[in-house]
């Protein structure tokens, strides 16, 4: 049983480029949530999905994109990479009370 | 303006003895409270939760406790070992399916052998 499994684990950009963040998970989840963390702070939620075909904003938004086509697919878009975007991004879904996380990307903008 | 506050960025403490976490609230209306655990390089993996409905919740080595007036919780870790030295988050909702969880900052837990 492989939970949430996120790639890449690494990744750095240039100002402007773009790029997808995969997240996929095989417990049928329904909730998946994408969630940023920047040093020293604590995880923002980007964007969440209760469900295939349905997604919304969280605390952090701007600057990304997500989709749910799928149960298992979550993915996260950058659509033109800035350095505020340099942080360790963790994809996690969630059911009942406990949340599972996958093993992160850290994704630098320079 | 945060929500879910955790004071201590660390926390140093010999093996075998009691490890202290804490953690504050304002938002009167959470009601249910998540506590995970992170290690370098890795995700945060759930530990132990807590319903608005209860004071206390124990799992073998780790027990979490819950004072609503205060709005304060923390997680005891006792007999500290080792393998407990990560981050520690707590986390809280409103209600045990809600959709989102708010995070706090982290504590950085040394366990000392």
């Known amino acids: 049983n492989a939970g949430v499994t996120q790639t890449p684990k690494f990744r750095i950009l240039k100002i402007g480029q773009s790029m997808t963040l995969q997240c996929t998970q095989d417990?049928?989840?329904?909730?998946m949530y994408w969630y940023r963390q920047d040093p020293g702070m604590g995880l923002k939620l980007i964007y969440y999905?209760?469900?295939?075909?349905?997604?919304d904003k969280g605390e952090v938004p701007n600057g990304y994109n997500v989709s749910r086509s799928t149960t298992e697919d979550f993915p996260l878009r950058l659509e033109l990479a800035a350095p505020s975007q340099t942080s360790v991004y963790f994809c996690a879904s969630r059911i009942d009370t406990e949340a599972f996380f996958g093993q992160g990307t850290r994704l630098t903008v320079v | 303006d945060q929500q879910v506050k955790q004071n201590s960025p660390s926390l140093s403490v010999q093996e075998g003895r009691i490890s202290i976490l804490n953690c504050d609230y304002t938002n009167s209306m959470f009601d249910y409270f998540l506590w995970y655990k992170k290690y370098p390089a890795e995700g945060p993996t759930f530990l132990i939760s807590?319903?608005?409905?209860?004071d206390k919740n124990e799992d073998g080595r780790f027990t979490v406790f819950l004072n609503k007036s205060a709005k304060h919780l923390s997680l005891h870790i006792v007999p500290s070992q080792p393998g407990d030295s990560a981050v520690y988050f707590c986390a809280a909702s409103y209600g045990a399916g809600s959709y989102q969880l708010t995070f706090g900052k982290g504590t950085k837990l040394s366990v000392i052998p």
């Open positions: 999905s209760v469900g295939a075909g349905i997604t």
């Open positions: 417990m049928n989840h329904n909730y």
């Open positions: 807590i319903s608005s409905i209860k």
